[in-house]
């Protein structure tokens, strides 16, 4: 619960002035201000959270997984956090704020800000890590921070505004991103009939950070877990696409199959 480690480094969603965070309000020079939650996080949405914003109970089921199942690939995160040596690190799109409290384990001197769409997400986050501020905002609407005020940028299976990472990071910043591969839990989506993956999504990646940013690392995860039923239903809660049938109970061998890219941000030629 500590929103004083971004002081300096919010902006208001307004008038992009500086925030000045207080124990209770947050205050633009221009006098916009916002409310601190009792739980620790700064709401900086315009209005109520969208229809598709991560609930309570997909947080519950989240945490569960990442806490199991999915531990290597908050390891894998963490690591390549600290390859990248930030001192500010932004997490668009956080959920619990997990992967986000490993990358700041793995950097001791850094600082996180975790930002979601889910004030549920915003609520978790905020006690995720003494170092990371949690502020609930909608990254399509643009991050609520400075220009130029952040080392990384990490967004891990949740939406990229890619114009508006490389308008926060310095420029020699990193930009982390996890997405799944083709075969990511591809028997579970077959038997529970989830979402399919998007098979174009690598090329829209490529396109979208074109001439922003560029390549320096890339890791795939892929390896068999052995899921109980109960991490079975929880992987199927955990997601937007959440299973309307009978319960789970199965025991089931799933595969995990991520990618993890590290990108540094191109620095435009004048
Ligand atoms: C699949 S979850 C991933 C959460 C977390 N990064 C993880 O991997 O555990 C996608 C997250 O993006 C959030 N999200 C969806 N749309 C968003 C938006 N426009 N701005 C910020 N967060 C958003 C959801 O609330 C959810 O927490
Ligand atoms: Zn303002």
């Given at each position: 619960m500590s929103l004083d480690v971004a002081a300096g480094l919010l902006s208001c969603p307004h008038c992009r002035g500086t925030l000045e965070i207080g124990p209770a309000t947050a205050r633009c020079p221009e006098g916009h201000s916002f409310d601190v939650a009792r739980q620790g996080y700064l709401n900086l949405l315009p209005g109520p959270q969208p229809m598709n914003a991560d609930s309570a109970a997909m947080l519950e089921a989240r945490s569960r997984v990442l806490g199991s199942l999915y531990a290597d690939v908050v390891a894998l995160v963490a690591r390549s956090a600290a390859d990248t040596g930030a001192r500010v690190v932004v997490d668009a799109?956080?959920?619990?704020?997990q992967y986000l409290a490993a990358a700041l384990d793995a950097l001791p001197d850094a600082i996180g800000i975790a930002t979601d769409v889910s004030v549920a997400a915003a609520r978790r986050a905020a006690s995720a890590h003494p170092r990371i501020a949690s502020i609930a905002a909608d990254t399509w609407r643009g991050l609520p921070i400075r220009d130029g005020a952040v080392d990384l940028v990490a967004c891990i299976f949740a939406p990229r505004n890619v114009a508006d990472f490389a308008r926060v990071l310095a420029p020699d910043g990193h930009l982390v991103v996890v997405t799944p591969e083709p075969g990511h839990l591809r028997s579970l989506r077959a038997s529970y009939r989830l979402l399919d993956l998007d098979p174009d999504k690598d090329a829209r990646l490529e396109k979208s950070l074109g001439g922003l940013f560029e390549l320096i690392a890339s890791d795939r995860l892929a390896r068999p877990v052995d899921a109980t039923a109960a991490q079975v239903a929880d992987v199927i809660a955990m997601g937007p696409n959440a299973f309307h049938g009978a319960p789970v109970t199965t025991s089931e061998r799933l595969e995990i199959d991520v990618r993890c890219r590290t990108y540094r941000r191109l620095v435009p030629r004048v």
């Open positions: 799109g956080a959920g619990t704020g």
